[in-house]
């Protein structure tokens, strides 16, 4: 393995560790003769075009220029989809564990990420799933029902259930939505588009609770761009992962947010 990764550094590489990682891509801690760094090995597998590598570096590029708590991109190897990061120290902290220092430290992210001048905006394609308008969160949802039933492998009852009962509610509220809004189709203007990096939640903070102050490092940009500013809040205050989070500290995350960025 490691006269494989050599290629990668201009410094002698000493140790090579696989970290347990439940996503798609390979990850390894690289220690050098000068110092430790992350190596992605992104995945291949896509349903699209979408580069995971290369959107990633480009992001943290982006962002760790402009002072945000991030790792620090080294260099990207294009032919060969891997990026080299610096190491961070830390871990995921479980939903029970929040408190208000790290809810305030993921508010403040995001506000200044969505307070990014027109500009700066315009420097990235619309996030992979991002939802400009009425007509893309409809078709964002009927396409998560069929990627759903595709790779469906539950029992024949629960089969019936989702194209039978699961359906009928979302083309009902497809039509709902229709009527409700005429202008369904028309997509926010640029001035109201945000850069988000999605999947707004705590599984993808690192957290060094060793480090005085307390350090929180944003991870995983593979699908990052410009989306509606409402859908990452609600992603985080909805999030699967947020469920054992409370009220009081979900409220006090929208109150450092808007102390930032007031929304509308």
Not at 163 to 181: A, D, F, M, V
Not at 202 to 217: E, G, Q, W
């Amino acid at each position: 393995m490691k006269n494989g990764f050599t290629k990668f550094f201009d410094k002698e590489v000493l140790e090579i560790t696989k970290l347990d990682h439940k996503g798609n891509n390979n990850l390894f801690k690289i220690k050098t003769s000068e110092g430790d760094y992350l190596l992605k090995e992104y995945s291949t597998i896509q349903k699209d075009n979408w580069n995971r590598g290369k959107s990633e570096f480009n992001a943290l590029s982006f962002l760790y220029e402009r002072g945000f708590k991030v790792p620090k991109p080294v260099i990207y190897f294009e032919e060969d989809n891997v990026g080299i990061y610096s190491f961070e120290n830390g871990r995921i902290l479980k939903p029970e564990e929040v408190n208000e220092e790290d809810v305030k430290e993921l508010a403040v992210f995001l506000a200044r990420l969505h307070s990014l001048p027109v500009d700066e905006k315009n420097m990235f394609p619309k996030e992979r799933t991002g939802c400009l308008s009425v007509l893309d969160y409809i078709n964002l949802l009927k396409s998560r029902y069929s990627n759903l039933l595709n790779d469906f492998s539950g029992r024949e009852n629960e089969r019936i259930f989702l194209e039978k009962e699961i359906l009928s509610k979302i083309e009902e509220l497809e039509q709902e939505t229709i009527k409700k809004y005429p202008n369904f189709k028309e997509e926010l203007s640029i001035n109201e588009q945000v850069l988000t990096r999605g999947d707004v939640a705590f599984n993808n903070i690192l957290v060094d609770d060793s480090a005085y102050p307390k350090k929180h490092r944003i991870i995983d940009f593979e699908y990052f761009g410009r989306d509606d500013p409402a859908r990452p809040i609600l992603d985080f205050l909805h999030h699967d992962k947020s469920k054992e989070i409370s009220e009081s500290l979900k409220h006090l995350f929208l109150e450092e947010y808007e102390k930032i960025n007031p929304s509308d």
